[in-house]
């Protein structure tokens, strides 16, 4: 998981440039979540592992909504940055660290909601790693409790491999800022170059390396159910507004 912990510490201060208003995002993403989960029955107050919480852009907007979140992550720098913003925004959010293919050994309740966000489940490059974290997130849930997440749609992708993603213009007061990615493809495995380029009081450019494998939806279906999940649903973007694809599970 090195490389994962190296691409996310290093991420951390500047995860929040890839967007045009990271504040506004994390409510945005907040409805949009709330009223997905409320079509499978999850309330307000419900209890929520974010396993995957990076620097808390799902956690904390949940946590403003009145869900009782719990989050955690593999990269120390992405949950200080995270705790250092619930605090900042009044969130009360339970931080630990853990890797998401053994949430046992630090949670071992269950909740009513497990999720994983933001094309967190494809750092795992092998169906070995990719089962175990599948296994370990719903060996969290309660019986009856929902599993959450979201990947790129990597059924669409897979046809024709995109050697680079488009790129996002933000305009600000002082310039602009410009992020994208290149996918560097051999099989389902790419490499990820993420750049971000601030051009605005002056000119910096940071570069960050990580990889992927690219999931596809009837994989990840049958993991689910393979793990004790008895149901199992996708929703997607054109559906929930949320910027992903989401596949959702009870077990």
């Known amino acids: 998981m090195n490389i994962i912990q190296n691409f996310y510490d290093s991420l951390a201060v500047r995860y929040d440039r890839l967007f045009q208003d990271w504040d506004e995002e994390v409510k945005d993403q907040a409805?949009?979540?709330?009223?997905?989960?409320?079509?499978?029955?999850?309330?307000?107050?419900?209890?929520?592992?974010?396993?995957?919480?990076?620097i808390g852009t799902q956690a904390i907007g949940l946590a403003g909504l009145g869900y009782q979140v719990t989050a955690s992550d593999i990269s120390e720098k992405e949950l200080a940055e995270a705790g250092k913003r619930a605090a900042e925004r009044g969130a009360s959010i339970r931080f630990a660290h853990a890797d998401f293919r053994a949430l046992s050994g630090t949670f071992p309740g269950a909740f009513d909601l497990v999720m994983a966000m933001d094309n967190a489940l494809p750092h795992m490059l092998t169906r070995e790693d990719l089962e175990a974290a599948v296994r370990s997130m719903t060996g969290r849930a309660r019986p009856g409790g929902l599993l959450a997440v979201s990947i790129r749609d990597y059924d669409r992708l897979l046809e024709d491999r995109?050697?680079?993603?488009?790129?996002?213009?933000?305009?600000?007061?002082?310039g602009?800022?410009?992020?994208?990615?290149?996918?560097?493809w051999e099989g389902d495995i790419y490499r990820l170059t993420q750049y971000i380029i601030e051009d605005e009081k002056a000119l910096q450019v940071s570069r960050f390396e990580c990889a992927y494998r690219a999931v596809r939806r009837q994989e990840l279906t049958e993991l689910l159910r393979e793990s004790g999940c008895r149901e199992v649903w996708w929703k997607f973007p054109e559906e929930t507004g949320f910027y992903q694809p989401v596949v959702i599970a009870r077990k």
């Open 176 to 184: 602009q800022r410009v992020s994208f990615q290149t996918w560097d």
């Open 162 to 174: 995109p050697p680079y993603s488009p790129p996002y213009i933000h305009k600000t007061e002082a």
């Open 31 to 54: 409805r949009i979540l709330d009223r997905l989960f409320g079509e499978f029955g999850l309330e307000r107050g419900a209890r929520v592992l974010d396993c995957a919480c990076g």
